[in-house]
C-alpha cells in the first residue's frame, strides 16, 4: 500500500473541505490515489464537486477587446509568476493588446498568436521575451476566445481576473451586461443541458448512482432518484437552468424570453484556474542548505 502523508491528507481536505480523517482513510482505501479519494468521498459523504477547481493556483490578468463596430471581440488570459506583477502597468498593457491583435489577427490559436504582429509592429512572441527579460518573470499566454458574431457582443471583467465575453441577440446593452456579471457570479459551464458533455453527466451518474445504492432502496427508486440528481444538476450548471442574480424568483431561460432574447454562447476565464501553483517552503530549503 503506497504511504499516505499528512501532506496528501492536507491536499485532498483543501480540495473537498471535509474532515482530516474522513481524507486520510479515503486516501488508504484508495491506496494513495488522490482522484480515486475525491471520487471515494463524493460517494460516501456526499459532497458537491471539489473546490480544487475553483481554487486560484497562478497569477495574472484576464483582458477583453471589443471591436469599434461591437461585432468581433476577444477574451485572453495572459499568467505571471506572482501577485505583484498581475498589477504591473506594463504587464497589463501588454496582455491588453494581445486581446487587440486577437480581434485583429484572428490566429488559430496559441502557438500561431506568437507569430501575430501588435499595433508596435513586433509580434506577440518578440513583446512577450523582451518582458520577460525586463520584468524579470516568467510571462506566458494561457488560452484565449474570439467571437464574431451577427448579433451582439457583451463583455465584462470583476477586476482582472475573472472575465465573460458573451455572444446574444436581441435585447440591448444592459440585458448582455446583466448576463455577463450573472455568468461571473453564478459561473454555469455551457448554455443549456444539451451542451453539457456526456463524460461529464456520466461521471456524475456513477457517483449519484453509488451513492443512491448505499441507501438500500429497490432498484427502480434508485433510479429515479438519481434521474432526479442528474435533473437538479443540468439546472445549476446551466446558464438557461440558473435563476438569475437579478431575480432569483425568475430563471435566466424565462428572463431571456421575456426580452426577445438569445444567448448563443459564452466564455468565462478565471485566472489560474486549474493550475496548480507550486508552493516553495523557504525554510526548509534554507534549513537544507545549511546541513550541506
Not at 486520510?24 to 459532497?47: H, P, Q, V, W, Y
Not at 469599434?68 to 505571471?80: F, H, I
Not at 504587464?91 to 485583429?104: H, L, M, Y
Amino acid at each position: 500500500m503506497a504511504e499516505v502523508t499528512a501532506g496528501m491528507v492536507k491536499e485532498l481536505r483543501e480540495a473537498t473541505g471535509l474532515g482530516m480523517m474522513e481524507c486520510k482513510k479515503a486516501l488508504m482505501e484508495t491506496n494513495g490515489d488522490f482522484k480515486a479519494a475525491e471520487e471515494f468521498l463524493r460517494i460516501k459523504s456526499g459532497a458537491k464537486a471539489s473546490k480544487a477547481a475553483s481554487r486560484v493556483a497562478a497569477e495574472g490578468v484576464v483582458s477583453i477587446f471589443v471591436s469599434t463596430n461591437g461585432k468581433t471581440g476577444a477574451l485572453v488570459e495572459v499568467n505571471c509568476e506572482t501577485d505583484f506583477m498581475a498589477k504591473n502597468e506594463v504587464f497589463v498593457a501588454f496582455a491588453k493588446d494581445v486581446a487587440q491583435a486577437i480581434v485583429e489577427r484572428d490566429p488559430a490559436d496559441v502557438t500561431a498568436l506568437a507569430a501575430a504582429k501588435l499595433a508596435s509592429g513586433s509580434s506577440v512572441e518578440e513583446t512577450r521575451a523582451e518582458l520577460v527579460m525586463k520584468l524579470g518573470e516568467n510571462i506566458n499566454i494561457r488560452r484565449f476566445v474570439r467571437y464574431n458574431t451577427a448579433g451582439r457582443l457583451a463583455a465584462y471583467l470583476h477586476g482582472s481576473r475573472i472575465g465573460v465575453l458573451v455572444d446574444y441577440s436581441g435585447g440591448n446593452d444592459t440585458l448582455g451586461k446583466d448576463i455577463a456579471m450573472h455568468i461571473a457570479a453564478s459561473k454555469p459551464i455551457c448554455v443549456s443541458s444539451s451542451q453539457v458533455p456526456q463524460t461529464t453527466l456520466d461521471q456524475e451518474r456513477k457517483i449519484y448512482t453509488a451513492q443512491a445504492a448505499e441507501s438500500g432502496k429497490p432498484a427502480n427508486i434508485v433510479e429515479k432518484m438519481v434521474d432526479g440528481r442528474i435533473a437538479k444538476y443540468l439546472a445549476e450548471v446551466t446558464l438557461m437552468g440558473q435563476p438569475f442574480v437579478k431575480d432569483p424568483d425568475t430563471l435566466v431561460e424565462k428572463f431571456l424570453s421575456k426580452q426577445g432574447a438569445q444567448v448563443k454562447a459564452f466564455q468565462m476565464f478565471v485566472v489560474g484556474e486549474g493550475i496548480e501553483k507550486v508552493i516553495v517552503d523557504y525554510a526548509a530549503e534554507v534549513a537544507a542548505a545549511a546541513k550541506v
